[in-house]
């Protein structure tokens, strides 16, 4: 059972995964800005930095990720639903998000074949490390679950 979160505790968590966002597109802009800028607003300034308007946008992303987060991966919410179930109903809440997302804002063109396939793929790949993290992250605390209830029985 899940201790009861602050609102603190959910900022840190929301600026969290802000951060690693931020942290992911300042190495992709890094590399790859100035022949994105092109075909995607989330690169306006090329190489140069990131624009506000993209910043905002990530935030907003962000938000709705950890309110996701929150929804399906604890037990606030759903009590009685597989593990399984609840990561597939995150990643896919997160990934309508991020195609509602590029129809919005024009993160990539969206009749453009390639432009969602290379979505799929990075996102399939970013899932499958998230979810080999997941599971580490349940295998720990399993662990030092029953490290305790071991030390408890003797």
């Not at 506000?52 to 929804?71: D, G, W």
């Not at 969602?116 to 790949?125: M, P, T």
């Amino acid at each position: 059972m899940e201790d009861r979160k602050t609102v603190f505790e959910y900022i840190a968590q929301l600026f969290a995964t802000y951060g690693i966002m931020v942290v992911i597109f300042i190495v992709i802009n890094h590399f790859v800005g100035d022949e994105a800028r092109r075909v995607s607003t989330l690169f306006t300034l090329g190489s140069s930095g990131l624009s506000s308007a993209m910043l905002i946008q990530l935030l907003l992303l962000a938000v709705i990720i950890t309110a996701a987060q929150n929804i399906f991966l604890t037990d606030i919410l759903i009590k009685n639903m597989a593990l399984i179930v609840r990561n597939i109903l995150f990643f896919v809440t997160v990934m309508i998000a991020i195609a509602v997302f590029v129809i919005l804002f024009g993160w990539f063109p969206v009749n453009e074949a390639g432009a969602w396939i290379g979505f799929l793929i990075s996102f399939a790949v970013c899932t499958t490390v998230s979810a080999v993290f997941m599971r580490l992250e349940e295998r720990a605390e399993n662990k030092k679950m029953q490290e305790a209830l071991n030390k408890l029985k003797k």
